[in-house]
């Protein structure tokens, strides 16, 4: 399996570049909303899966997007063998469990500070709550031979600002098919919680030159500030959360190295002596179970982990968990580390309310160390608030699972952010060398510095 991959990546690579796909949301036509088609206005496809590189659908489902002066409609088809499965309550924690439409929007793409309203709806019409934006919408849904669809009637008000002319939003429409193990994403396919694969919506009276459109967006990309780095130009990086000050040679090879908080100092001093930058591990969100109540941290915490048990998550509106973070940060870079791996930042997927406070977080330790390395490790719904914050990014688990298996994730989180100059890394675990080689091809083919860990992390590079 890894051979004929590899084989792939030399011949043909993987890279692309992030596109800009633009759709039109022009004037509902007359009548009632909610019916089977809008007449007259275009219809796009949903039809690529969220594997990387993306593949056409077995199931496509298609939609239509359009306004009046109250409200944004959005009326799809979805097609399908099976009945649709609708299962699920509004607060069910696992309501992706049933056939949905997923709708993602930005109503301004250019101000970080901006929300992702991210609303889901199963084949009843039942509008889910959990992990979903709090926005009040109207959902109608029904069948039809060989599938089912669904049209949102979303009011313009506080959380969503009545657009003008020629506003520019962004939109990602998701179906989700679990009886056929597939989940398609318009406009380009990927993870449906990518801030990176975003299409544009543009209001209009008329529709008009796509060329044109797609022109004047690619305009306002490139117009937007680049993101200064530390970082630019490394070639290098590892980390190691091993003790053993026999590594200090192996180590030095590398630009940059993350080191586990309770690392000997002796190999710190080592490493940036000979020129290597060290920056600590320094959790934002997660904290061993049996740490958090030995320091009494319970109250501060929002639970626990469901992905690692012994672990909690922690609320970063908390006032002692930010006293704790930068009383940390201080010791750390007193004991001469250069800067910051910040983990924990994933727990927005679980409370997607927390990501202005986590931006805050890391906003507020920028601020109190300006001159410190940061690395945000993974946290991608939040980053659209902290890239301008950050050194570098990393995203582990891009090319391996934790079993060591190949696993093809979508790359796209990082795009806006490395086109502006952010620095991009990758970080996996191997089981074998022909496992290494192949997922450092693939993380270079991608344009990421890769570091891929043979074994465990706590094992010498």
Same mark, same amino acid.
């Given at each position: 399996?890894?051979r004929?991959?590899l084989?792939?990546?030399?011949?043909?690579?993987?890279?692309?570049?992030?596109?800009?796909?633009?759709?039109?949301?022009?004037?509902?036509?007359?009548?009632?909303?909610? =019916?089977?088609?809008?007449?007259?206005?275009?219809?796009?496809?949903?039809?690529?899966?969220?594997?990387?590189?993306?593949?056409?659908?077995?199931?496509?489902?298609?939609?239509?997007?359009?306004y009046?002066?109250?409200?944004?409609?959005?009326?799809?088809?979805?097609?399908?063998?099976?009945?649709?499965?609708?299962?699920?309550?509004?607060?069910?924690?696992?309501?992706?469990?049933?056939?949905t439409?997923?709708?993602?929007?930005?109503?301004?793409?250019?101000?970080?500070?901006?929300?992702d309203?991210?609303?889901? =709806?199963n084949?009843?019409?039942?509008?889910?709550?959990?992990?979903?934006?709090?926005?009040?919408?109207?959902?109608?849904?029904?069948?039809?031979?060989?599938?089912?669809?669904?049209?949102?009637?979303?009011?313009?008000?506080?959380?969503?600002?009545?657009?003008?002319?020629?506003?520019?939003?962004?939109?990602?429409?998701?179906?989700?098919?679990?009886?056929?193990?597939?989940?398609?994403?318009?406009?380009?396919?990927?993870?449906?919680?990518?801030?990176g694969?975003?299409?544009?919506?543009?209001?209009?009276?008329?529709?008009?030159?796509?060329?044109?459109?797609?022109?004047?967006?690619?305009?306002?990309?490139?117009?937007?500030?680049?993101?200064?780095?530390?970082?630019?130009?490394?070639?290098?990086?590892?980390?190691?959360?091993?003790?053993?000050?026999k590594t200090?040679?192996?180590?030095?090879?590398?630009?940059?190295?993350?080191?586990?908080?309770?690392?000997?100092?002796?190999?710190v001093?080592?490493?940036?002596?000979g020129?290597?930058?060290?920056?600590?591990?320094?959790?934002?969100?997660?904290?061993?179970?049996?740490?958090?109540?030995?320091?009494?941290?319970?109250?501060?915490?929002?639970?626990?982990?469901?992905?690692?048990?012994?672990?909690?998550?922690?609320?970063?509106?908390?006032p002692?968990?930010?006293?704790?973070?930068?009383?940390?940060?201080?010791?750390?870079?007193?004991?001469?580390?250069?800067?910051?791996?910040?983990?924990?930042?994933?727990?927005?997927?679980?409370?997607?309310?927390?990501?202005?406070?986590?931006a805050?977080?890391?906003?507020?330790?920028?601020?109190?160390?300006?001159?410190?390395?940061?690395?945000?490790?993974?946290?991608?719904?939040?980053?659209?608030?902290?890239?301008?914050y950050?050194?570098?990014?990393?995203?582990?688990?891009?090319?391996?699972?934790?079993?060591?298996?190949?696993?093809?994730?979508?790359?796209?989180?990082v795009?806006?952010?490395?086109?502006?100059?952010?620095?991009?890394?990758?970080?996996?675990?191997?089981?074998?060398?022909?496992?290494?080689?192949w997922?450092?091809?693939?993380?270079?083919?991608?344009?990421?510095?890769?570091?891929?860990?043979?074994g465990?992390?706590?094992?010498?590079?």
């Amino acid at each position: 399996m890894l051979r004929i991959l590899l084989a792939l990546l030399t011949l043909g690579g993987l890279a692309l570049a992030q596109r800009v796909v633009v759709a039109q949301a022009l004037p509902r036509p007359q009548g009632p909303w909610g =019916v089977e088609s809008y007449p007259g206005l275009p219809v796009y496809s949903l039809r690529l899966t969220t594997t990387y590189p993306p593949e056409t659908a077995r199931f496509p489902g298609s939609f239509q997007v359009a306004y009046d002066g109250e409200a944004l409609y959005v009326l799809a088809r979805l097609e399908q063998e099976a009945p649709p499965k609708a299962e699920r309550g509004p607060d069910d924690p696992e309501w992706w469990q049933d056939d949905t439409l997923e709708v993602f929007l930005r109503w301004d793409p250019f101000d970080e500070e901006a929300p992702d309203l991210h609303l889901a =709806v199963n084949p009843k019409g039942v509008r889910f709550r959990r992990y979903t934006a709090p926005l009040s919408y109207e959902a109608r849904t029904g069948t039809f031979p060989g599938g089912w669809w669904a049209a949102l009637r979303i009011p313009f008000g506080e959380a969503l600002p009545p657009p003008k002319p020629g506003s520019l939003w962004q939109l990602k429409v998701g179906r989700g098919h679990p009886s056929a193990q597939e989940y398609t994403l318009w406009p380009m396919g990927g993870s449906f919680h990518s801030p990176g694969n975003y299409g544009y919506l543009v209001f209009l009276q008329a529709p008009q030159d796509l060329e044109a459109l797609t022109a004047e967006v690619r305009a306002r990309e490139a117009a937007l500030p680049p993101i200064p780095s530390h970082l630019q130009g490394l070639k290098r990086w590892a980390l190691y959360y091993g003790g053993d000050p026999k590594t200090l040679a192996r180590l030095r090879a590398y630009d940059l190295v993350v080191l586990a908080r309770e690392a000997p100092l002796d190999l710190v001093r080592g490493l940036k002596e000979g020129g290597t930058k060290v920056v600590a591990y320094l959790p934002l969100g997660v904290v061993p179970r049996k740490e958090a109540e030995a320091r009494g941290w319970q109250h501060a915490a929002l639970g626990p982990n469901p992905y690692a048990p012994d672990a909690l998550l922690m609320d970063p509106a908390s006032p002692a968990w930010r006293a704790y973070v930068r009383a940390e940060a201080a010791r750390l870079l007193a004991l001469g580390f250069e800067g910051f791996f910040l983990d924990g930042l994933d727990l927005a997927d679980l409370y997607p309310e927390k990501i202005p406070a986590l931006a805050a977080l890391v906003r507020g330790l920028r601020q109190a160390e300006p001159g410190a390395l940061f690395l945000q490790h993974r946290g991608f719904r939040v980053l659209r608030r902290t890239a301008r914050y950050l050194d570098g990014v990393v995203y582990s688990g891009l090319s391996l699972d934790a079993a060591g298996r190949p696993s093809l994730a979508d790359p796209s989180p990082v795009w806006p952010f490395r086109s502006r100059g952010l620095p991009a890394l990758s970080l996996d675990v191997a089981p074998s060398l022909e496992a290494r080689a192949w997922a450092e091809q693939r993380a270079l083919e991608l344009g990421f510095v890769p570091y891929v860990a043979l074994g465990r992390l706590t094992d010498p590079p």
